[in-house]
């Protein structure tokens, strides 16, 4: 029974760099989303998608960042170029469908030297 | 502008000490009031869901509760694995059911 499932649990890039960071969701769930953490603050939404569509992206920077959830595989959140304020954990969450409660990974915590 | 506020930030109980936490929402129209639970390290974990005023739900050790401008997180006779920070999340009816989060209150239960 795996819940939501995130890799790798912690990746360091240097500046300059691509991030790329795999979600697979629940088995059964084709709503994923996105979430940025930063210490001591709450989570901030970035991007919602299902099967090979962008939902909403209102909570993701236009540049360098992009995501994609293709029919078959996991989800991916890619930074290009990464800048040291990217350093974050970065969450997805998985649905059975619109308005349900969506179930989180452990994160994936981004570090740049 | 949609916005969840929770309070207390942090709080400090002995082991069997209840209280309650609050989380204090403005959003246009309630869809949805959702509670998690996270661990040090950890993604955070589901709890529960309120949908109307009125509405509670209970698991365990812990109460949730619903008012057409804020929700309690009930905890009676709380243990030290009870220590975690509580989420609270609203989904709003004009939104595209994108959840708007509260910073959450740290719990911490002493033995």
């Known amino acids: 029974n795996a819940g939501v499932m995130q890799n790798p649990r912690h990746l360091v890039r240097r500046r300059g760099q691509e991030a790329r960071l795999r979600c697979s969701p629940v088995?059964?769930?084709?709503?994923v989303y996105w979430y940025r953490q930063l210490p001591e603050e709450g989570l901030k939404f970035m991007v919602y998608?299902?099967?090979?569509?962008?939902?909403?992206e209102s909570g993701m920077p236009k540049e360098r960042f992009s995501a994609e959830f293709p029919k078959e595989g996991p989800s991916i959140l890619r930074i290009q170029q990464v800048v040291r304020g990217d350093s974050a954990a970065y969450f997805c969450?998985?649905?059975?469908?619109?308005?349900?409660?969506?179930?989180f990974g452990d994160g994936t915590r981004l570090s740049i030297l | 502008e949609d916005q969840v506020t929770q309070s207390p930030e942090a709080l400090r109980l002995q082991e069997g000490e209840s209280s309650s936490l609050n989380c204090s929402y403005t959003?246009?129209?309630?869809?949805?009031l959702f509670w998690y639970r996270q661990d040090p390290g950890k993604g955070p974990e589901f709890l529960f869901t309120?949908?109307?005023?009125?509405e509670e739900k209970e698991k365990e050790r812990l109460k949730a509760t619903l008012t057409k401008k804020e929700s309690f997180l009930h905890i009676t006779a709380p243990k030290p694995e009870d220590s975690a920070t509580y989420l609270c999340?609203?989904?709003?009816?004009?939104?595209?059911?994108?959840?708007?989060w509260g910073a959450g209150t740290k719990l911490i239960i002493k033995p």
């Open positions: 969450a998985s649905s059975q469908g619109r308005g349900q409660p969506q179930h």
């Open positions: 998608l299902q099967k090979e569509n962008i939902i909403d």
């Open positions: 088995k059964g769930h084709s709503h």
């Open positions: 959003v246009s129209g309630l869809r949805g």
């Open positions: 309120l949908y109307s005023a009125g």
């Open positions: 999340a609203v989904q709003a009816e004009d939104s595209n059911y994108q959840l708007i």
